[in-house]
């Protein structure tokens, strides 16, 4: 078998096991309603976890995705309260700022030679700072086209409600999934996260890659930001604090491997969904405090790194 | 064009490294149909001329030719472009995607915008089944042995390039049957009229596939021949020395008394490398002749630690030592001077005054720490010693040439008193004044009373200072020289493994 | 080889380098900060008032020595740990560990020392564990710490059972707001270990190792020194010193709060140490410098707030900081340096 999937069908079964275990002590939560919760309430950081996988595939780290979800939601509340435009012009216009945010990050890890995480923490602190300049309160956001969003929905078998932010990532998902597998630009991304040096030499256009994936990444922040809004309608500069850390973690468990080269789009969406399994069981249980959610992130990243150590330490051969 | 005419010609082409001259005038010829193989010890100047020919380096003066036509290659893919492919010995393919991915990455056929994996693979099948690679494509690259990713990657440099093909030792780390499936390979392509540039340190291997062989020294070209007007020794001569007579006779230092025996190696062995003994007595230097890829450097890293050994007792004054690791070996009164300085040997931002205490203040342990009166004064003492030529002790230790370098890392060593000295190739790539000194240094150690261990490419230098000589080939020791019969010719003999009833006949 | 350092050569070896405190005035990081509280004054011209009241310093100057403190105590530890090539993400998890520990025994009966020590302890153990997953697991540094920044809030929330524990132990409180000499017990604290650490680093041959295990890890193994043990003992330094962070940060407000305290500091920590001179690549570092570094971050806060902008415009400050550095550390920049006259190679 292929051994980058090991990791993933670990997560896999995880997740199946841990959602069976779930459901013998509260049997609530079989139902499509909780599913449908599960893909509202991460749907940020579903979408914001993708940008980070094609980041970490390619052998970086992005430390400013949640700034940018934060920044993204200050400036679509400005845009939209302050401004009166439109929430689709006032989206549009935020995905690209975010998107040239990434692009020049890109940029400067490529050009001036420096790891990415130092570029992205300087990212980190500059979309918050900007962010609390722009409004240091938060902006609640009334809108029609908000309200209609909000209450727009389609109705899944057994009660459960597949909304649009849900939607949302769910073709992100989708989209990334074929750009990571079946695109130059995926294959591009891999190149670089297993070699850089043979990347260049095989002709991987390495700064454009690089620019575009942390682009990306930014842009999926953005759009991150954009459901967050949607989700929360408020703007506020310190929204979606320390989520990086929670798409990393995602990321992680979902099979990616840390050091890139290695990993799946789909498997971050399972890591993404076991840290809701997580979260909504914690919510249903009552008697445990949301505080082990993050012990448990942190007990499953750090068994998948050394899952991934074991996977990848011995090389297997075939003549 | 012609068929005399070269597909790939470099004429008199210079290349300078800061005050080195890598390259001088040389001259090199590739023709279609041949196999040309290029050999020389590191720092000869194969790589150099290679990056050159590939486009990764541009020369400071000569001239590259293709067909006829003058080019300027800007970098490898540049060269790609007119058909120049190269394979290099650390595979540069992606480890973590597919065999058919690596084969066509950046000209995937697409499909409504999306690669069409299908028709990859069936690509990839067929263009490998013409190597006699059936195998499957969708599997990871790193799954498969170092043969199969060799071959892919000559597969993917023809298919990319097409005119010439540079293997840059490609069979270093394959094993016997891989090399013959590797050859056959290359065979195949010779016979469809490429040019094909092999660089190899393996002189069977050079003798089994190649046609013509062009040899390198000291930057300079030697000779290039057609192999079937040469036997091994003739390479060999070529590869390590000016010319038979050599002017250094080693009489000076045969038949003085010997000391006691200090360090002895008894049975030592690692995977990959024949067990050996040896004895290394007080007084006297045991030079290491062989060909890279001998052993040679394994075996003194076997010695040190820095590989731990699976068998085989050390015994230092007659008392046993364990060295599992090069702390161990420091703590036995070992020292070794890396073959790789720069990255082995030297803190390059670190002080030439620290570079030397260094390995004295590890040996000391955390807390011994010497201050800084100590530090001053052991630099000084063995700065002057060696004549390190620092504009002052604490300057960054990188701003010093190669041959100061080499020094400040033997003054390290003798710092901490050593009973033992493992030197590797210590006089390379430094310029001629610093390599005299350094052999004087050598010499003088011994006279003091110090036990050498020597490995070195020049066989003139080894020559020069060895009391007794160890030859390696095929990383076994297969003959030990000493007293009279320490003689260039012998030991070339000994290297190119003719039976020794030749060697008689071949002296003069 | 023509070098024309053969003249050059000294015939006795050279003496130590004078280092009048001319050279001190005339580092970067010395200018920078006097830049910094220039701009302070001259926004809020009492900046430099010192007054003398109840037994103690009161002053602008004062807090921004009292407030940059507990940043100051991380990056001692960091600096290190950036030495030896690495970094530790973890320091603010673990400084809300520490103080949950603190606070959580005190209040529930346990004298103080012994709640101060267990705090220090906890430092020392997680500290510790990231240096094992760093060289017996040999994870990347910036993973394996990565690992406890994520599950060490929650583990703190684990200690204080998710509420802010407050406590009115005067031990505890004394080590976050009490004084000695004039002078508040954080700036006394981060002034003592700065002076021992690095004391003890250039007293004793670790400084030395440390930076020559991260110039060159490869060279140290060959030239005998065990990295190992050195690893260890950086990063559970840098432990111990995010918990006594931890204290100071909980002692100030009374309280442990699991989720806030120490939030960040570790990059602010990374950067005091980046301002400071000592290079993510490893190698050279200076303790002073960094706690220097520390000091310019928290005078650009209190510059911030006292010209009435809000605390956040800080991070856009310091992003512009960061940028600036690695512009000037670049291989583009120092391209451009080495063709100024002066420069070697």
């Known amino acids: 078998m292929n051994r980058s999937l090991r990791p993933l069908l670990a997560t896999t079964l995880i997740f199946l096991f841990a959602y069976m275990l779930a459901v013998s002590q509260q049997p609530a939560m079989l139902s499509t309603r909780v599913l449908g919760n599960f893909l509202t309430d991460n749907a940020f950081l579903g979408i914001a976890a993708v940008g980070m996988t094609f980041v970490i595939l390619s052998g970086g780290i992005d430390l400013s995705v949640g700034a940018v979800i934060g920044f993204t939601t200050v400036l679509v509340a400005v845009l939209i309260m302050w401004l009166q435009l439109h929430p689709l012009v006032a989206f549009a216009i935020a995905l690209i700022v975010a998107t040239a945010f990434g692009a020049v990050m890109g940029a400067a890890i490529h050009y001036l030679k420096v790891p990415s995480f130092i570029v992205t923490l300087a990212g980190m602190f500059l979309a918050r700072g900007g962010a609390s300049v722009l409004s240091p309160d938060s902006i609640g956001i009334n809108h029609p086209f908000f309200s209609a969003v909000q209450k727009s929905y389609i109705l899944l078998p057994g009660g459960g409600r597949l909304t649009v932010v849900g939607m949302i990532m769910l073709a992100v998902f989708a989209v990334a999934i074929l750009l990571a597998h079946r695109t130059r630009f995926g294959s591009n991304v891999y190149a670089l996260g297993g070699s850089e040096t043979s990347a260049a030499l095989m002709g991987v256009p390495v700064a454009r890659t690089t620019i575009s994936i942390y682009a990306l990444s930014s842009f999926l922040a953005g759009l991150a930001g954009v459901v967050f809004s949607l989700y929360t309608s408020a703007g506020y500069s310190l929204n979606a604090l320390g989520v990086e850390l929670d798409a990393i973690a995602a990321v992680v468990i979902g099979g990616t491997l840390l050091t890139g080269g290695y990993g799946f789009v789909a498997g971050t969406f399972i890591g993404v969904m076991l840290q809701g399994l997580v979260q909504t069981y914690i919510v249903f249980d009552g008697t445990l405090s949301s505080w082990w959610t993050k012990i448990v992130v942190g007990v499953l990243l750090f068994m998948f790194i050394l899952l991934q150590r074991l996977v990848f330490r011995a090389a297997p051969r075939r003549t | 064009m012609t068929a005399q005419q070269p597909v790939l010609e470099a004429r008199g082409i210079d290349k300078v490294f800061g005050q080195h001259r890598a390259l001088d005038t040389v001259d090199f010829a590739a023709h279609a149909g041949e196999v040309h193989a290029l050999l020389g010890e590191n720092g000869a100047g194969k790589s150099t001329l290679i990056k050159i020919l590939t486009g990764a380096y541009q020369p400071d003066g000569g001239e590259l030719l293709l067909e006829g036509q003058p080019i300027h290659l800007r970098d490898p893919l540049h060269g790609q472009t007119y058909g120049i492919g190269t394979v290099y010995q650390e595979v540069n393919l992606l480890p973590n995607r597919s065999v058919s991915e690596n084969l066509f990455l950046g000209r995937q056929p697409t499909r409504f915008g999306m690669v069409d994996r299908k028709r990859i693979d069936a690509a990839a099948k067929d263009l490998l089944s013409r190597y006699g690679l059936n195998i499957d494509v969708r599997a990871e690259l790193s799954e498969y042995s170092v043969a199969v990713q060799q071959i892919v990657a000559i597969a993917r440099a023809v298919e990319l390039s097409g005119k010439v093909l540079v293997l840059d030792e490609p069979t270093a780390s394959l094993d016997r049957n891989e090399v013959q499936r590797l050859f056959d390979v290359v065979r195949g392509l010779k016979a469809k009229g490429l040019a094909i540039i092999f660089i190899t340190h393996f002189l069977d291997q050079v003798f089994d596939l190649a046609d013509r062989v062009t040899i390198l020294r000291n930057g300079r070209k030697v000779a290039t021949q057609a192999l079937n007007t040469l036997n091994t020794t003739d390479v060999v001569r070529m590869m390590l020395g000016k010319d038979v007579a050599f002017d250094h006779h080693p009489t000076a230092l045969t038949g003085g008394p010997k000391g006691a025996v200090r360090v002895q190696f008894q049975g030592l062995s690692r995977k990959g490398l024949s067990p050996f003994d040896l004895s290394v007595h007080e007084g006297e230097v045991v030079g290491v002749a062989g060909l890279l890829g001998s052993g040679r450097t394994e075996v003194a890293r076997l010695m040190f630690g820095v590989d731990t050994s699976d068998g085989g007792q050390i015994t230092v004054d007659g008392h046993p030592v364990t060295i599992r690791n090069p702390a161990q070996a420091v703590a036995a009164g070992f020292g070794f001077c890396p073959e790789d300085r720069k990255l082995d040997g030297i803190f390059g931002d670190l002080s030439v005054r620290e570079n030397i205490i260094i390995a004295l203040q590890a040996k000391l342990g955390w807390f011994k720490a010497l201050n800084r009166d100590d530090q001053v004064e052991l630099a000084g003492r063995y700065a002057e010693a060696l004549d390190i030529r620092a504009a002052n002790h604490d300057m960054p230790v990188k701003l010093l040439s190669g041959g100061n370098q080499q020094k400040v890392i033997l003054a390290r060593w003798l710092a901490i008193d050593p009973t033992f000295l493992i030197l590797d190739e210590p006089t390379r790539g430094i310029d001629v004044g610093a390599h005299a000194e350094i052999v004087r240094t050598i010499n003088r150690l011994r006279e003091e009373g110090l036990a050498l261990f020597v490995i070195s490419s020049e066989l003139d230098e080894v020559v020069a200072y060895s009391n007794r000589i160890v030859v390696m080939r095929d990383r076994e020791m297969v003959a030990e020289l000493d007293g009279d019969s320490i003689a260039p010719d012998a030991i070339v003999q000994a290297i190119a493994g003719t039976p020794p009833h030749e060697t008689r006949e071949a002296r003069p | ?345």
Not at chain 3, 12 to 26: G, M
Not at chain 3, 144 to 152: K, S
């Open chain 3, 1 to 345: 080889m023509t070098r024309p350092t053969v003249d050059l050569r000294p015939t006795q070896p050279p003496l130590p380098r004078p280092r009048p405190l001319a050279h001190f005035f005339t580092r970067p990081q010395v200018i920078a900060l006097a830049a910094v509280l220039l701009v302070n004054w001259l926004l809020f011209p009492g900046f430099f008032t010192v007054t003398w009241q109840d037994g103690r310093f009161f002053g602008s100057l004062i807090d921004v020595l009292n407030r940059g403190a507990p940043v100051a105590i991380l990056a001692i530890g960091m600096t290190m740990v950036i030495a030896t090539k690495g970094v530790d993400l973890s320091v603010g998890a673990v400084m809300a560990i520490s103080g949950a520990t603190a606070a959580t025994l005190v209040t529930n009966g346990i004298p103080a020392p012994v709640a101060v020590l267990a705090a220090l302890g906890t430092g020392l153990l997680c500290g510790f564990w990231n240096g094992i997953l760093v060289t017996v697991l040999e994870i990347q540094p910036i993973i394996a710490t990565l690992v406890l920044m994520v599950a060490g809030r929650g583990l703190a929330q684990l200690i204080t059972e998710g509420y802010i524990v407050t406590f009115s132990d005067p031990l505890l409180i004394f080590i976050g707001t009490g004084s000695f000499l004039g002078l508040p017990m954080p700036v006394i604290i981060a002034a003592v270990l700065m002076i021992l650490a690095t004391l003890i680093v250039r007293r004793t041959a670790l400084g030395l190792l440390i930076e020559a295990v991260g110039v060159n890890r490869s060279a140290a193994r060959f030239a005998g020194l065990s990295a190992n043990a050195l690893l260890l003992i950086v990063y559970t330094f840098a432990g111990f010193c995010a918990a006594i962070s931890g204290l100071i940060v909980a002692g100030d407000i009374r309280g442990a709060d699991a989720n806030n305290a120490g939030l960040w500091l570790e990059l602010d920590a990374i950067l005091a140490v980046v301002i400071g001179g000592t290079s993510l690549m490893g190698g050279r570092f200076s303790i002073p410098m960094a706690v220097l570094g520390a000091m310019i971050i928290q005078a650009m806060n209190t510059g911030i707030l006292i010209s009435g902008f809000s605390p956040e415009f800080n991070l856009v400050v310091k992003s512009a900081v960061i940028i600036v550095i690695l512009v000037l550390q670049s291989p583009l920049s120092s391209r451009l340096f080495r063709r100024l006259p002066g420069a070697q190679k």
